[in-house]
């Protein structure tokens, strides 16, 4: 039973690119969180989607992110006309129906240039 | 505005002693607590936990501690080892609230265990 599976796990834009990154949650598990680390920052929520549908975005920019976790594949986060300050670890977890402890995967480091 | 604070980046402890890691929150509609553990380059992984009509939670060498007047908790390691040696973050959840599922996480704090 493969865990939280997230790549790239690293990725390397040019400032004005797009970033994707991509999330396959845990077999089972119908709840998916991203968060982001910044340097020297613990984790901060950013939104949280089931199958379909945004439930949560409260921690979302409010311009060029975008998440979705469609009814077949993973999840993917979004980041348009990345800039330098979007450099951060990005981390997806995910959940079964009823339980508030998340599984995360690995992360996929986001370095802007 | 830090709603879970960790005060102490890093901690020492030699092996075998008791490590114990620190965790505030000022928000009182927290009530559902987690501790998890970050090795370099991996994602966090879950501890234990600990709801606030409990005061006490236990899992062979770790224990939690849940002081809601004081809106403090705490992790216990007994006894440490050097496989305990990583970055540990604290996070809190309004369990009973419509953000239910988003985690407030701390800064985490560095825990050494030396041989």
């Known amino acids: 039973n493969a865990g939280v599976m997230q790549n790239p796990r690293h990725l390397v834009r040019r400032r004005g690119q797009e970033a994707r990154l991509r999330c396959s949650p845990m077999k089972g598990h119908s709840h998916v969180y991203w968060y982001r680390q910044l340097p020297e920052e613990g984790l901060k929520f950013m939104v949280y989607l089931q199958k379909e549908n945004i439930i949560d975005e409260s921690g979302m920019p409010k311009e060029r992110f975008s998440a979705e976790f469609p009814k077949e594949g993973p999840s993917i986060l979004r980041i348009q006309q990345v800039v330098r300050g979007d450099s951060a670890a990005y981390f997806c977890?995910?959940?079964?129906?009823?339980?508030?402890?998340?599984?995360f995967g690995s992360g996929t480091r986001l370095t802007v240039v | 505005d830090q709603q879970v604070k960790q005060n102490s980046p890093s901690l020492s402890v030699q092996e075998g002693r008791i490590s114990i890691l620190n965790c505030d929150y000022t928000?009182?509609?927290?009530?559902?607590f987690l501790w998890y553990k970050k090795y370099p380059a991996e994602g966090p992984t879950f501890l234990i936990s600990?709801?606030?009509?409990?005061d006490k939670n236990e899992d062979g060498r770790f224990t939690v501690f849940l002081n809601k007047s004081a809106k403090h908790l705490s992790l216990h390691i007994v006894p440490s080892q050097p496989g305990d040696s990583a970055v540990y973050f604290c996070a809190a959840s309004a369990a009973s609230s419509g953000s239910a599922r988003q985690l407030t996480f701390g800064s985490g704090t560095q825990l050494t265990v030396l041989p």
């Open positions: 600990i709801s606030s009509i409990k």
């Open positions: 928000n009182s509609m927290f009530d559902y």
């Open positions: 977890a995910s959940s079964p129906l009823e339980a508030y402890g998340y599984t």
